[in-house]
Nanobody, 120 residues
Framework: QVQLVESGGGLVQPGGSLRLSCAAS????????MGWYRQAPGKQRELVAG???????NYAASVKGRFTISRDDAKNTVYLQMNSLKPEDTSVYYC??????????????WGQGTQVTVSS
């Protein structure tokens, strides 16, 4: 079994910052791409940021320059530093990771989601 556990969401005022964390645990052989999606009520889930095992990053245009994704492979953890938050960033944020398990299979795994609310 492989699990992704997220933390760090909450309520923040516009212009503020939050840092999301997502730790993978369980029967892990290797972790490849990691990243974050978000989904607001009534909207489709959208990619926020991703990072490869080699450290290459990509961002949605709407967050570029404000959000920074990073990973700590020793801790099997991906982070999302969110600065200059806007009300339109309000969403449930989901982490994902493409993981090879010790059982020989490889697939995407998802976290449970963490709410980020940007409001004054």
């Amino acid at each position: 079994q492989v699990q992704l556990v997220e933390s760090g969401g909450g309520l923040v005022q516009p212009g503020g910052s939050l840092r999301l964390s997502c730790a993978a645990s369980g029967s892990i052989f290797g972790i490849y791409t990691m990243g974050w999606y978000r989904q607001a009520p009534g909207k489709q889930r959208e990619l926020v940021a991703g990072i490869t095992s080699g450290g290459t990053t990509n961002y949605a245009a709407s967050v570029k320059g404000r959000f920074t994704i990073s990973r700590d492979d020793a801790k099997n953890t991906v982070y999302l530093q969110m600065n200059s938050l806007k009300p339109e960033d309000t969403s449930v944020y989901y982490c994902y990771s493409y993981i090879a398990s010790t059982y020989g299979d490889s697939r995407h795994y998802w976290g449970q989601g963490t709410q980020v609310t940007v409001s004054s």
